[in-house]
């Protein structure tokens, strides 16, 4: 038990990360984030106030944003999913906190449109990273009633991603949005 106690002493809790996002001073790494959710241990009572779901599509909850780093809570019903997308030049990393995620990993076909070459689903605690290039799909294929909880860092913050398709070679591009009810942003 004295090992175990000393082990939760070195993990991160949400407020850790926070001030690690706050005292960047470059773009982080995607082997330091990868570090940093590693380590962490979040209960769902510390996030609580971002653990906010939407109606029609999975909820995107600001924690920190700094010029360096970005820090949100995404939180998904059953059957919500991000379009197939990368990160517009940012890297990303995903910890799980409640439920399961699927991931879908593509590559660009010679035609010019995307086609999956992996798929993990990942339960609660483990980690994932996506470096500049990578391409994904993130979705909630449980069934009703399980809800997924991720905490998601991006390095430097999203600006305009580009999304693809498994159809054809047309590029989309998305803008970044935050909601989170009750803050109004
Ligand atoms: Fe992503």
Redesign the pocket.
């Known amino acids: 038990m004295r090992a175990a106690a000393a082990l939760f002493e070195r993990e991160r809790s949400l407020e850790d990360l926070i001030v690690l996002v706050n005292s960047l001073t470059s773009v982080p790494t995607l082997e330091e984030v990868n570090d940093w959710f590693a380590t962490a241990f979040l209960r769902q009572r510390d996030y609580e106030q971002y653990r906010l779901f939407s109606t029609h599509n999975y909820a995107r909850n600001l924690v920190v944003r700094s010029e360096f780093a970005e820090m949100l809570f995404l939180c998904w019903r059953p059957g919500q999913r991000?379009p197939i997308?990368?990160?517009g030049g940012s890297i990303?990393v995903?910890l799980v906190c409640e439920g399961m995620m699927t991931e879908t990993m593509y590559e660009h076909a010679p035609e010019g449109h995307v086609r999956p070459y992996s798929t993990y689903r990942r339960s609660p605690g483990s980690t994932t990273g996506?470096d500049v290039p990578d391409i994904?799909q993130?979705i909630n294929l449980e069934p009703e009633g399980r809800d997924l909880v991720t905490l998601?860092c991006y390095a430097p913050p999203l600006s305009v991603?580009n999304t693809y398709s498994q159809s054809s070679a047309r590029v989309g591009h998305w803008r970044e949005h935050y909601f989170c009810e009750g803050a109004g942003i």
Request: hydrophobic fraction near 35%.
């Open positions: 991000t997308h990368d990160h990303g995903v996506a994904h993130l998601h991603l």
